[in-house]
Every structure is written in C-alpha cells, then in structure tokens.
C-alpha cells in the first residue's frame, strides 16, 4: 500500500512539474513574487509568473518596462479576461550583483480598467569571488591590476576639477604595499588616495581629482605604480586639455 501511495504521489509530482524547467510563481499586485537564493555562478534565473485579472472588465496588455537592464521580461499580447490569469516570464541576471535584491515589472494596458500593473520579484544573490582580470583587466607588473591604462579627464578649464574612478587590485598571493608615486611637480594638481597595503587577492576603487593648471594646453604625465618598493612595468596615464 506505501508503495502504491509513493508511486502516485512521485506521479502527481512529475504532472505538476513544468516541462520547461520554468518555475512558476502565482502572484499578485502589491505581492513580492520570492526567488529565494539565487546563485551568481549559475547565470540568469527566469521565472513565469502568473497574476489573476481581478477587475470585471478585460486587460488589453500591450508594453512592458523594467527599469533596470538586469531584468527581462516577455508576454503574449493576449486579451485578459476578467478572472483569467496572465502570464509574465521574467528573467533575472544576477552578474556583480551579490546581496538583497528587488525589482519591478511593470505591465501596461490600453482600453483597460487599468493602465498600468506593477509586480515585483525579491531574493538574495549568492556571490562568487570573480577572477581579478574580468574587472581589471590590465596587468602593469608585480601583481598590480588596474581597470584602466588611462585617465582621461577630457576638456577642463584652468582651475576646473574633474573627477574619475579607477579599480586596482593586489593579484599576488601574499599581502603588498602598493602606492602610486606621484610626480613632485604635479602633486599640487592631483589628489588621490594611496592604497597602501592589501591583502592577497584585495580589490578596492580609488577617487581622483585632477585640477587644470593655468598656462597649458593640454596635459600628459605618468604616475609610477609601486608594488612593495619595486617599480611596475607599466604607469597610469593622466590626460587632460584645456577648454
């Protein structure tokens, strides 16, 4: 008899599942549809949800908008009729984004009781510890990682500060002390914080401000980068003009 009820419950399990390996979640407005722990090393997670048209007239769908761009979602242009489900398959990609997450979707109707429908998916992305080079991928010797060869602050007028974010790492396997050796002459122009020592594997991103001096029309100068003492093969370049 256990048998008999193991074999029909395993049966029943097997029907109910969805064929295309698509989970689907029932949901509604105002309701956060849970995708639970999503793992940033397996890729982009996709769900189908399904949400009741609750109103007594027919939903007419015609567009749908995510704000951000790690969201994607589909749906049949179908009329909705009143106590009929709609369905949205929506695509979540969880890539640099480790920690809480919530985003909308938001449906939009013509000639409908509505214009337009908002729901929500929720979770926790898993993180993983991603290779130095995807993010910084230039090597400049000794270790050091940066994101950029060059810093390109573009058209500033003299006196005018421009601002830029660069990424470095410290891809050895032991802690280093890294600092960026300004030139003397160029100190009163460009400020910027000293990484210092990191950690095997440490990443972090540094703010800097670049001044335009009066009397020049453009700016090129390098910025040594030195790992434990040792100079690098490679320098950061600084460029600028005069607007």
Known sequence: MMKKVLFLSLLFAAACAPKDGIRTIRTSEGREADLGKIKEIEGPVTVRLVAKNVYPDTLYPVQLYTPCGCTEAKFDRKPVPPGADEVLEVTYNPAYRPGPMREEIQVRYQHS????????????????????????????????????????????????????????????????????????????????????????????????????PDGLDTVKFAVQPLVDGKPTEEKLQIWAWKK
């Open 113 to 212: 009781p509505v214009n337009v429908r908002t729901f929500a998916i929720k979770g926790e992305v898993i993180g993983f510890n991603h290779p130095i080079e995807e993010d910084r991928p230039y090597a400049y010797g000794e270790g050091l990682y940066m994101s950029h060869k060059v810093l390109s602050y573009g058209a500033l007028r003299p006196g005018e500060t421009g601002d830029f974010f660069f990424r470095h790492g410290n891809g050895n396997t032991r802690k280093a002390n890294i600092v960026f050796d300004i030139p003397d002459s160029w100190k009163p122009y460009l400020r910027m914080r000293q990484p210092g020592k990191m950690k095997a594997d440490e990443r972090d991103t540094i703010h800097v401000k670049f001044t335009m």
